[in-house]
Nanobody, 127 residues
């Protein structure tokens, strides 16, 4: 069982930045593929980025590419999401997700593949 806890959400103005964190209870964090997924009001879950256990494979959704950066610190069991140039349409609850085992690049892009989820942190972008 892996427990995840997000933090760092808040209210920001368009164009500003925010950094989300996710800490994991995993005993072998470096093995775990990690992902950020968001859900805007009234919309479905949207996968936004993933990173492999060793950090060498990273992928982003087109909607956040060049604005968001995912990173991890395996020594601290932590995952981060640096969000720059935020837009009102980035308003959502942001979840970190994890899983382990054999996985493909397609798995990393599929929020359904991840079985462990945090409670989420709210990000609101508004003037």
């Amino acid at each position: 069982e892996v427990e995840l806890r997000e933090s760092g959400g808040g209210l920001v103005q368009p164009g500003e930045s925010l950094r989300l964190s996710c800490i994991s209870s995993s005993v072998i964090f470096k093995r775990d593929a990690m992902s950020w997924v968001r859900q805007a009001p009234g919309k479905e879950l949207e996968w936004i980025c993933s990173v492999s256990g060793d950090g060498t494979r990273v992928d982003y959704a087109d909607s956040v590419k060049d604005r968001f950066t995912v990173s991890r610190d395996n020594a601290k069991n932590s995952l981060y999401l640096q969000m720059n140039s935020l837009k009102p349409e980035d308003t959502a609850i942001y979840y970190c997700a994890a899983d382990y085992g054999d996985y493909t690049d397609d798995d990393l892009r599929d929020s359904q593949w991840f079985n462990y989820w945090g409670q989420g942190t709210q990000v609101t972008v508004s003037a």
